[in-house]
């Protein structure tokens, strides 16, 4: 469904949500707001980007490396080492302040290490080395704002990807539950969250399973 047909269904789905009550434009900024909040959990908008290191700097802004990023993905940050890609275990900075105590204190060599802390990435050990696209990142896109009835969620576009049509209703149970407190039904929300959630979590399931992987009898042999 388009932003226009997601307006329509969402105003009839929930009584008393007519335009002089909800305008237009809080209508559209909640069903925005729900693709990025899916967008986020479940990952549907997977990447990838590769950008520089900087000999001695162990912090970088994501928002400034890559300008659409949200989450990060399963795979991680990788490195460069000049010739080989190594992955960098990720960690917390609860984590490093209590197993690695001394990791602010490291001189710059190779990398092992990294974690994010709200926008910050801070790489363990600085690297000793500049190297264009020497990091490779694996993260979830931020979903493009829809601003036109045409516009389809997560792409922004007036092409609609297929793979992404079952958070429809996803999007409408956010919606649902973000209208609650508008029409005063705030006793409502709680119940309204979790059909949200569960929603979410079910559709999730459906979009990352790959029964391809799953039938494969390699899958359960071990691998070097």
């Known amino acids: 469904m388009n932003l226009g047909n997601l307006k329509s269904l969402s105003r009839a789905q929930t009584p008393g949500a007519k335009v002089q009550k909800v305008s237009d434009t809080v209508l559209q900024l909640i069903i925005n707001q729900g ?24 912090e970088y802004l994501l928002s400034e490396e890559i300008d659409d990023f ?16 190594k992955k960098l275990l990720p960690e917390t ?9 001394n990791w602010r204190d490291l001189t710059s060599g190779d990398p092992t290490k990294y974690t994010i802390d709200g ?19 694996y993260y979830g896109k931020k979903p493009v704002a829809m601003t036109k009835s045409s516009q389809y969620p997560f792409v922004g576009d007036t092409t609609e990807n297929p793979r992404l049509t079952i958070f429809d209703s996803t999007i409408l149970a956010y919606v649902k539950w973000q209208l609650s407190p508008i029409l005063n039904k705030a006793i ?14 079910e559709k999730k399931g459906i979009f990352d399973n790959r029964p391809d992987v799953s039938s494969d009898s390699r899958m359960t042999m071990e691998r070097p």
């Not at 900075?93 to 105590?101: A, Q, R, T, V």
């Open 35 to 58: 693709v990025i909040d899916i967008a986020a959990y479940t990952i549907c908008l997977k990447a990838n980007k590769k950008f520089d290191v900087v000999e001695d700097v162990d």
């Open 70 to 85: 949200l989450t990060i993905d399963e795979s991680g940050i990788w490195w460069n080492n000049g010739s080989n890609w």
């Open 93 to 101: 900075l609860k984590s490093l302040d209590e197993y690695w105590p």
């Open 119 to 137: 926008d910050m990435l801070t790489i363990v050990r600085p690297p000793d080395t500049s190297l264009t696209d020497g990091f490779w990142a």
């Open 188 to 201: 409502e929300a709680d119940k309204y969250m979790q059909l949200y959630i569960v929603d979410r979590e």
